[in-house]
């Protein structure tokens, strides 16, 4: 049976339901599965807990969720870029569980891979612990963790081919591999579909995690915060290399003289 679906809409279609656990691959806007989350978004489905890094930005990314009063609990571990969230949250309309990053991913981590658990030092004395178990080890103090596994997980790849093997373009990585673990049902978006299997030895997430795969629509991709130096004009980096240009010169001169009177000095001091 084909993985491959023909739009987004059609592979999340009757998969998710009210109340579902969905976990989204993404960091800030890199390597957010926005076909997908568009189509979750248009589904309907409402009290929804999202397991994410983050939750985009406003009207951005899984902010588009937000603004649909679709979701009822977030487990994230950054979320200071969406006003909405921020205003959700403080109203009570909007649960949410904070998770450090290395332990957010470890979760996930933990959920693909069978494990109901596991004890980190990270959030001991904070109100990350608060209410969940304590164990000391070594004399050291460490609090229990749950794997976490979704009912569907969503997850954007730069390449895949028909059997849902899957590799990631750069920082787009992210979280996106451990995603795709974690989900009893994984729907990728790749940029690329190829018809011949992927090389193996390139290969991240193995396609036996992925149970549909759809073509990304092509889009430009966003920048959550844009910081880059003013270009100089032309007219200033033509007096900027000019200027270069002079003082090479002067150097050049100043090194010419320098040798030419360093042997008559030399002949006086002799004398």
């Known amino acids: ?142 609090v229990l963790e749950r794997g976490i596994v979704a009912d569907v997980a969503l997850v954007h790849a730069w390449r895949a081919d028909r059997e849902g093997n899957l590799v990631y373009r750069h920082t787009a990585r992210n979280f996106n591999p451990l995603v795709a673990t974690a989900g009893r049902l994984t729907v990728a978006e790749a940029e690329q579909v190829v018809d011949d299997y992927l090389d193996p030895d390139t290969i991240v997430t193995p396609g036996i995690f992925v149970q549909r795969l759809v073509t990304a629509e092509p889009r430009v991709k966003d920048i959550e915060q844009r910081t880059v130096r003013p270009r100089p004009t032309a007219a200033a980096g033509t007096a900027s290399a000019a200027a270069e240009r002079i003082a090479s010169a002067a150097a050049g001169m100043t090194a010419s003289a320098t040798a030419r009177t360093a042997p008559a000095h030399a002949e006086r001091t002799a004398s």
């Open 1 to 142: 049976m084909s993985k491959l679906w023909s739009t987004a809409a059609e592979a999340l279609a009757e998969t998710v339901v009210d109340g579902a656990t969905i976990a989204v691959g993404g960091f800030g806007l890199s390597g957010n599965p926005s076909d997908l989350i568009e189509a979750l978004r248009d589904t309907g489905a409402r009290d929804l807990t999202i397991v994410s890094n983050n939750m985009g930005v406003d009207g951005k990314g899984l902010g588009v969720l937000l603004e649909n009063r679709q979701v009822r609990k977030v487990i994230a571990s950054y979320v200071g870029e969406n006003k909405l969230f921020a205003e959700q949250y403080l109203s009570g309309e909007l649960e949410v569980e904070f998770t450090p990053q290395g332990t957010l991913a470890e979760r996930l981590r933990a959920g693909g891979a069978g494990i109901a658990g596991f004890y980190t030092k990270t959030g001991v004395g904070t109100p990350v612990a608060e209410g969940k178990p304590l164990e000391v080890f070594d004399g050291e103090t460490y």
